[in-house]
């Protein structure tokens, strides 16, 4: 069944979601305040770790590191587009009108924890490949892995930021779905060095989540999600960067 990889993913999420509503009843505020930054400091870890293999590379010389053009270049000109049509404000918005629509006025963290868990769980190569292998090849394995993390990750973030994390559903449904039905198009953009280059980026973007988990919101990482689109690109020019 094409498309089986996204409903179980989606499930992933709700579940949870759902089990980390249920823990975070039973633990106060500064046991919540702990848990978001621990889970903060397990994403920036995470993005490190992305970003790193990324960067290195194993040759008879040594470890070798590089791609800081593609990263300077993709982030600044990403970072300025994303101001220009101002994603974050956006995201939020759509933050504020799911928690009118769902009952959650009285939830002051409702946005904080949509956006943060919906950056947390979309950036990455592995919503893009695993959609496109479940729809060519009838191949899910990739987003049943991508549901395991994503059930942990906002079941964690669920039980210090709230019920708005359980949301980030929509737009992973909505990001994998539009990949799963234009797989044939996207497919040939989607090259091991597109791949890579998106899935650097994509992980400082998952570093700068952290960030804001454990520091507050310093950065408006929304705001650089065209840093991964350009990356993408990038593979393409004559020049590497």
């Known amino acids: 069944m094409i498309g089986l ?84 404000d956006g995201l939020e918005r759509f933050g504020e009108w799911l928690k009118k629509k769902t009952g959650n006025g009285g939830d002051n963290r409702f946005t904080e924890g949509f956006v943060t868990a919906s950056l947390t769980v979309c950036v990455g190569a592995m919503a893009i490949v695993g959609a496109i292998q479940d729809s060519l090849f009838g191949d899910y394995s990739i987003l049943l892995t991508k549901a395991i993390l994503d059930m942990i990750i906002v079941m964690v973030l669920t039980s210090s930021l709230g019920r708005g994390c359980v949301f980030s559903a929509l737009p992973v449904a909505l990001l994998q779905g539009s990949v799963t039905a234009l797989a044939r198009l996207v497919q040939p953009l989607m090259t091991d060095a597109a791949l890579g280059n998106l899935s650097l980026v994509g992980s400082i973007l998952i570093f700068c989540v952290g960030v804001n988990l454990v520091w507050g919101k310093t950065v408006r990482v929304a705001n650089l999600l065209p840093a991964v689109i350009l990356a993408a690109a990038a593979a393409f020019l004559p020049i590497a960067l």
Request: aromatic fraction near 2%; hydrophobic fraction near 50%; glycine fraction near 20%.
């Open 5 to 88: 990889g996204t409903i179980i993913n989606v499930a992933g999420i709700c579940l949870g979601g759902l089990l980390g509503a249920l823990f975070g009843r039973l633990i106060s505020p500064r046991h919540q305040d702990a848990l978001c930054k621990a889970c903060g400091i397990s994403v920036l870890f995470l993005g490190i770790g992305g970003a790193l293999e990324g960067m290195l590379a194993i040759s008879e010389g040594g470890v070798e590191s590089g791609r800081s053009l593609l990263i300077i270049a993709s982030l600044a000109l990403g970072a300025l587009l994303g101001e220009l049509i101002n994603l974050e």
